[in-house]
């Protein structure tokens, strides 16, 4: 199945796109064979509802997850509905984020969006003080979204603390090597 990385350039050795919804392209990878399709977001330069739209855009590509920096409270929505995985806080070459992705190294889901609406709009924020020529003022915000099931939540507990405890498992080794080239 494929998963949808938000870049900054249209191959694995580009650098990720902290945005989701006006991200500069879309690369839908196989995580196994690393096949990839580059499509540049045809929603860049949309006045207003870059996040919904890239949000359905991707939905339709048919992917099980979403790997970016930060999604934003409609595309969230859009993307929650959909069932989709959404991962949050990926950064440095989309090359490097496939393979921590691969490893289960990617636990950071959003419970919720993790920017605020109109991000990615530049100074002006959408709201007119930029160079927009003033388009009016924001949408409300969306209604709160119910929380995932709890067995889900549970299972996505149980896997970050299973990665902590290697982690931490990897540095007191560490540690321990240390100490004793003292």
Same mark, same amino acid.
């Given at each position: ?14 650098? &990720? ?38 949000a ?27 069932? &989709? ?9 989309v090359?490097e ?31 007119g ?26 299972q &996505? ?8 405890k ?17």
């Amino acid at each position: 199945m494929r998963v949808c990385i938000t870049s900054s350039g249209p191959s694995l050795d580009s650098e &990720m796109d902290p945005r989701f919804g006006r991200c500069q392209y879309f690369l839908f990878v196989d995580p196994q064979s690393l096949e990839m399709e580059a499509v540049e977001n045809p929603n860049i330069g949309a006045s207003g509802g870059a996040g919904i739209q890239s949000a359905q855009f991707v939905t339709n590509k048919g992917v099980e997850a979403i790997i970016t920096g930060q999604v934003g409270p409609n595309a969230f929505t859009t993307l929650q509905a959909a069932g &989709m995985k959404i991962l949050v806080g990926a950064s440095g070459k989309v090359r490097e984020v496939l393979e921590k992705y691969k490893k289960g190294q990617l636990t950071s889901y959003a419970q919720g969006p993790t920017a605020r609406a109109h991000a990615g709009m530049g100074m002006g924020g959408g709201m007119g003080m930029g160079k927009g020529s003033g388009r009016g003022a924001a949408p409300p915000p969306p209604p709160p979204t119910p929380s995932a099931p709890h067995r889900e939540d549970l299972q &996505m507990l149980k896997e970050q603390s299973r990665q902590l405890k290697e982690q931490l498992g990897k540095i007191t080794e560490r540690i321990e090597r240390l100490e004793t080239k003292k």
